[in-house]
C-alpha cells in the first residue's frame, strides 16, 4: 500500500492560484520507477489528467498548461500543484495519485481526492 494524502484550501477566490499538496507514506517519490500526477474529476463529468511530474521533469495536460505547475519537495516527501487564474469552471474534487506502466498511464494508487470550489 502507497497512502497519499491531498491537502489545501477548499475554497480559493475566482482570478486566485489554486495550491495543492499530496504527501506520500509508504514510498518514496525520488524513484524514478514511478510519476506522480494530479487528476480531477469536474462536476457531472468524468475524470481529466491535469499533469504528473517524474524525474525527468514535470509534463502538463495541455489544455492547461499555461495555468499548471507541479513540483515536488523530496524532503517531504511530497509533489505540489499550483493552478493559477482559477475560474468557477476549475471547481472540481481534485485527486493525486501514483502513476506507472508505459508512458505513466496506469495510476495504481490514489488518494481519497479533495473538494475545490471556486467561488467569490
Known amino acids: 500500500q502507497v497512502p497519499l494524502q491531498e491537502s489545501g484550501p477548499g475554497l480559493v477566490k475566482p482570478s486566485q492560484t489554486l495550491s495543492l499538496t499530496c504527501t506520500v507514506s509508504?514510498?518514496?517519490?525520488?524513484?524514478?520507477?514511478?510519476?506522480w500526477a494530479w487528476i480531477r474529476q469536474l462536476p457531472g463529468k468524468g475524470l481529466e489528467y491535469i499533469g504528473l511530474?517524474?524525474?525527468?521533469?514535470?509534463f502538463y495536460n495541455p489544455a492547461l498548461k499555461t495555468r499548471t505547475s507541479i513540483s515536488r519537495d523530496t524532503s517531504k516527501n511530497q509533489f505540489s500543484l499550483q493552478l493559477s487564474s482559477v475560474t468557477p469552471e476549475d471547481t472540481a474534487v481534485y485527486y493525486c495519485?501514483?502513476?506507472?506502466?508505459?508512458?505513466?498511464?496506469?495510476?495504481?494508487?490514489w488518494g481519497q481526492g479533495t473538494q475545490v470550489t471556486v467561488s467569490s
Open positions: 511530474i517524474t524525474g525527468s521533469g514535470s
Open positions: 495519485a501514483r502513476a506507472t506502466g508505459g508512458y505513466y498511464s496506469y495510476r495504481d494508487y
Open positions: 509508504g514510498g518514496s517519490i525520488i524513484s524514478g520507477v514511478y510519476g
